[in-house]
């Protein structure tokens, strides 16, 4: 037997029935709570395999003028390679590491953020990270962008108040 009453089907009340929803304060702070990661620019953006020698590497560095490259296998993000990490890991050492694979000195588990969290999160992972660039993943965890300060600046920028 239990302690338990039954409940009215008729008597449940929807807790958000009576919501108000959230005011901001400005359009940007609107804009970092609503809008989504998948709404700041994050393409172009440019792809290497783990594989890849650290030489191809620089070279598609330089080439491209980018700071970042992200380092996929068959889609999935494995690791970032950027101007920081030719700095710290290549650059005295060049000839020494030319030929190995970028597998060897990339960033391994780098910090994403998913297309469908909010805009406020790539923002967090770069001022709580320390990250410039921010790989952006679907729900599949496939590559489909990367978030840099320019772009972060010009999301800010359409939705600063006037």
Same mark, same amino acid.
């Given at each position: 037997m239990s302690n338990l009453t039954p409940r009215d089907p008729d008597a449940f009340r929807d807790p958000l029935?009576?919501?108000? &929803?959230?005011?901001?304060?400005? &359009? *940007?702070? #609107? /804009? =970092?709570?609503?809008?989504?990661v998948g709404e700041i620019c994050h393409e172009p953006f440019v792809t290497i395999s783990p594989e890849a020698t650290v030489h191809e590497a620089v070279k598609k560095l330089a080439g491209l003028h980018v700071a970042c490259l992200l380092v996929a296998e068959a889609g999935k993000l494995v690791g970032v390679f %950027?101007? @920081? +990490?030719?700095?710290?890991?290549?650059? *005295? #050492?060049?000839?020494?590491?030319? +030929? @190995? &694979?970028? @597998?060897?000195?990339?960033?391994?588990n780098p910090v994403y953020v998913y297309q469908t969290d909010s805009s /406020?999160?790539?923002? /967090?992972?770069? /001022?709580?990270?320390?990250?410039?660039?921010?790989?952006? =993943?679907?729900? #599949?965890?496939?590559?489909?962008?990367?978030? %840099?300060?320019q772009r972060v600046t010009t999301f800010l920028e359409q939705h600063f108040p006037k």
């Open positions: 029935e009576n919501y108000d &929803p959230k005011v901001y304060k400005d &359009p *940007l702070e #609107e /804009a =970092l709570a609503e809008k989504t %950027s101007d @920081r +990490d030719v700095l710290e890991k290549v650059a *005295l #050492e060049f000839d020494d590491v030319k +030929d @190995r &694979p970028l @597998r060897e000195l990339m960033t391994e /406020a999160a790539a923002l /967090a992972v770069t /001022a709580v990270c320390g990250f410039r660039h921010v790989p952006v =993943l679907d729900l #599949e965890h496939n590559v489909v962008g990367i978030v %840099s300060p």
